[in-house]
């Protein structure tokens, strides 16, 4: 999938002035974190994950305990021991698109049959329920989907939520959720997936919402003992366990979340509020409004002449302006993801300013 080969990461940092194209909420200081390792023994960690951090993360949900989460290294380990584990040759499993390329791919390598629901535009991104009821045979083992959706920011309200669960359970299939951004809901978070059935599983980590994707710290969670035991036997077959550094500094961090993420939800929201008020005028640009995480999925309006490939050109080359075209997501050009939530106010003022500019330069066809 191109979207690592043109990844942030990849070209550089420094090449990019306004950094557009992240999926997640601004980077932070370790320095700024207060945090000490001072004791830390650097060791073979528990292979389930740092029982005290298990318990964090357990006790925020009704109905889950330490035991129903296993730590993985970040969302994407966790998504990887899932299908390596759970999937077979010869399976079908269902995958809500755009979704994540480790959802997609790697099933694909097991040698499962997938059907894609594709979110439409002219639907507000939404699910349909009936279309994934329609998808299921008698072979189908998973269902995938992400909420809040990267790259759309729409979110699966509770009532299709728990459709979707029963459907798992009718079926005999199970129901895999990608979390990731659920505490960055506009509005009251959806339940966790993994408390409404044990047919559903929930992954999510700390990297989009919380700033701290370097320490690669996520986790699955299940109520079904005997599928985490089937998870914990995958991640010790790849890696053993997390790093006990990793787990530490996220234990610490969690313990004092709502200190951290109350400022990051104020430049969340300022940023949100400025890029409302900047699509609502557009000429050229129309979107769903998300209704959670960090990013936006605006395309070009039909009838508009534009030559995609001369406006990713010029914004990137000339305005040093990035943003996630819609080849990531196996989606057309004219659309791209929009992230605002990595950026300072300033720079995704002026990002905004520099996509504008670059527009207007790339008018026409040819």
């Known amino acids: 999938m191109p979207i690592e080969v043109e990844s942030p990461e990849s070209l550089g940092y420094n090449t990019i002035e306004c950094n557009l194209a992240e999926s997640s909420v601004r980077d932070v200081l ?12 650097i060791c073979y960690g528990d292979h389930i994950g740092k029982p005290e951090l298990r318990a964090l993360i357990a006790a925020e949900f009704t109905g889950i305990h330490a035991d129903d989460v ?11 021991v899932i299908h390596s584990s759970l999937l077979a040759a010869g ?18 390598a097991i040698g499962c049959s997938i059907s894609y629901i594709d979110l439409q535009f002219e639907n507000s991104y939404a699910l349909d329920i009936e279309a994934v009821r329609a998808a299921l045979t008698p072979s189908t083992k998973l269902i995938s989907i992400t909420t809040p959706h990267n790259p759309t920011g729409t979110v699966v309200d509770e009532k299709t939520l ?54 690669r710290l996520g986790w699955i969670i299940t109520k079904e003992a005997a599928l985490q035991q089937l998870f914990l036997a995958a991640k010790e077959q790849g890696h053993i366990c997390n790093s006990v550094v990793d787990e530490e500094i996220c234990y610490q961090y969690l313990l004092k979340k709502e200190s951290y993420f109350t400022a990051i939800k104020k430049e969340v929201q300022y940023c949100f509020n400025h890029l409302e008020q900047w699509m609502d005028n557009h000429a050229y640009l129309e979107w769903a409004k998300p209704s959670g995480g960090v990013v936006c999925f605006p395309r070009f309006r039909r009838g508009v002449e534009i030559d995609t490939e001369k406006f990713y050109n010029i914004l990137l ?7 996630g075209p819609g080849h990531w997501f196996e ?28 527009i207007e330069e790339s008018l026409g066809v040819g």
């Open 70 to 80: 296993l730590l993985t290294i970040g969302a994407a380990g966790a998504l990887f």
């Open 317 to 323: 080359n000339r305005y040093k302006t990035y943003v």
């Open 162 to 215: 728990a459709a979707l669960c029963t459907l798992a359970e009718e079926y005999g299939c199970y129901l895999l959720v990608d979390e990731t951004y659920r505490e960055l809901s506009f509005a009251v978070p959806t339940p966790l997936a993994a408390g409404i059935s044990n047919r559903a599983i929930s992954v999510s980590s700390v990297s989009k919402a919380y700033g701290i994707p370097g320490i």
């Open 331 to 358: 989606q057309s050009k004219r659309s791209f993801r929009l992230g605002f939530g990595w950026e300072t106010r300033e720079a995704f003022v002026k990002g905004l300013q520099n996509i504008d500019k670059a």
């Open 91 to 108: 399976d079908h499993i269902i995958v809500v698109r755009p979704n994540y390329a480790v959802n997609i791919e790697t099933p694909k």
């Open 30 to 41: 370790f320095k700024h974190l207060q945090i000490n390792l001072d004791e830390l023994v």
